[in-house]
């Protein structure tokens, strides 16, 4: 992954648009310190902007512990922003100064709003309604809430409830999105549910692996995201299945990586802090810090370029233009680095042919390992 370093913001705005400034920094760091690729001014800077954020979001606390864009001017605070805060500030408690108070609150306004069946009750306004990714009912707000309570370690009591609940729907009468969130770190009896979860609704596109869902394109490509972040996460944490080692979740990081933009992050704050996070443990995991590797790029009709990778030149982006369209490329890789690379596009269309309405067409694929435009 490249240009992660520009990701990194200084918070601002209300409480929502301090959020989706602050969260992505987490990662960001979580990422960089597991892949080796850390240094001091960028953790300096990392962790400035989220001292800041920090700061400025206790602006918008109730008094009764939830979150809202704008605090007590608003009637009440909202729950999806209030477990968001909450996820966010456990874990930014590995990078700066978090009052635990200030987590408590906030779960303990989350279990006031708990229903009979184990769900949570939805409260509170949430203006950037694209925050929440595709968390969209009942069921999968309380899935995110009860997610986020075990990443801080809280008694599985809490969510309890909820298991049974949810259980009582059976399994597969649930959205596939709810499923995800659901297996992700052995929640209840759902962690015997993960093999089926990885052999439903997934597609496999150039060699890659990711789990789809219906909706516009833009909220398709967002929600599989976080979606196939989830798998991931889910695959990584917990005993081990057979037959999905880390051999099966490259094929998913592959995809994930795919969908990164020119920019370092995704479609939206949501899908680019699960897709960090769940990067990160996969990283975690599988990084070499002396691996080393060349890959070669050459065309039939002469083009040839080489990377070379290694541990000084490791936190370098690389990148050469592919001018000859249309074209068939051979990529070889040498090595024990794991390297991925990107292709990206970029169209150049003057003002008249956009008032023309002109339509371009683009496509590419694999044929083992030659690359086709």
Same mark, same amino acid.
């Given at each position: 992954m490249q240009n992660l370093d520009k990701l990194l913001a200084m918070p601002f705005g209300c409480g929502e648009q301090n959020m989706l400034l602050f969260a992505p920094n987490i990662y960001i760091l979580r990422y960089l310190e597991a892949t080796g690729q850390i240094t001091e001014q960028i953790k300096a800077k990392a962790i400035r902007f989220m001292e800041t954020g920090y700061q400025r979001e206790l602006n918008y606390k109730h008094t009764d512990g939830s979150y809202s864009a704008f605090g007590d001017s608003d009637t009440s605070g909202n729950t999806w922003l209030t477990?968001?805060?909450?996820?966010?500030?456990?874990?930014?408690?590995?990078?700066?100064?978090?009052?635990?108070?200030?987590?408590?609150?906030?779960?303990?306004?989350?279990?006031?709003?708990?229903? +009979?069946?184990? /769900?949570?009750?939805?409260?509170?306004?949430?203006?950037?309604?694209?925050?929440?990714?595709?968390?969209?009912?009942?069921?999968?707000?309380? @899935?995110?809430? %009860?997610? %986020?309570l075990l990443e801080l370690e809280t008694p599985l009591n809490v969510s309890n409830q909820f298991i049974i609940y949810s259980n009582s729907r059976k399994c597969k009468s649930l959205k596939f999105y709810t499923q995800y969130l659901l297996c992700v770190y052995k929640l209840g009896s759902f962690f015997q549910q993960k093999h089926i979860i990885f052999h439903i609704v997934k597609c496999f596109s150039d060699g890659n692996l990711f789990w789809e869902r219906s909706g516009s394109r833009e909220e398709i490509i967002s929600v599989q995201v976080e979606m196939t972040s989830y798998v991931l996460l889910s695959l990584l944490s917990g005993p081990p299945l057979p037959g999905f080692g880390l051999m099966y979740a490259s094929e998913i990081v592959q995809w994930l990586v795919r969908q990164q933009n020119s920019h370092g992050g995704?479609?939206? &704050?949501?899908?680019?802090?699960?897709?960090?996070?769940?990067?990160?443990?996969? %990283?975690?995991? &599988?990084?070499?810090?002396?691996?080393?590797?060349?890959? &070669?790029?050459?065309?039939?009709?002469?083009?040839?370029?080489?990377?070379?990778?290694?541990?000084?030149?490791?936190?370098? =982006?690389?990148?050469?233009?592919?001018?000859?369209?249309? +074209?068939?490329?051979?990529?070889?890789?040498?090595?024990? @680095?794991?390297?991925?690379?990107?292709?990206?596009?970029?169209?150049?269309?003057?003002?008249?042919?956009?008032?023309?309405?002109?339509?371009?067409?683009? =496509?590419?694929? /694999?044929?083992?390992?030659?690359?086709?435009?």
């Open positions: 477990a968001f805060v909450m996820k966010s500030f456990g874990s930014a408690r590995q990078f700066i100064f978090i009052d635990s108070a200030h987590i408590h609150d906030a779960k303990n306004w989350l279990g006031r709003h708990q229903l +009979g069946n184990g /769900c949570f009750q939805s409260v509170g306004k949430l203006f950037h309604s694209g925050m929440k990714g595709g968390i969209n009912d009942e069921i999968s707000l309380t @899935a995110y809430i %009860a997610t %986020a995704f479609s939206s &704050t949501q899908d680019t802090v699960m897709a960090l996070q769940a990067l990160s443990v996969y %990283a975690a995991q &599988t990084f070499k810090p002396n691996g080393s590797g060349t890959v &070669t790029i050459s065309s039939a009709q002469g083009f040839q370029t080489q990377f070379h990778l290694d541990q000084i030149n490791r936190l370098l =982006y690389q990148e050469k233009a592919l001018l000859e369209i249309p +074209g068939i490329y051979s990529i070889q890789a040498q090595g024990d @680095a794991l390297t991925f690379f990107v292709i990206f596009t970029k169209l150049i269309v003057s003002l008249s042919e956009m008032q023309n309405n002109i339509k371009i067409k683009y =496509y590419y694929y /694999c044929l083992k390992n030659s690359l086709m435009f």
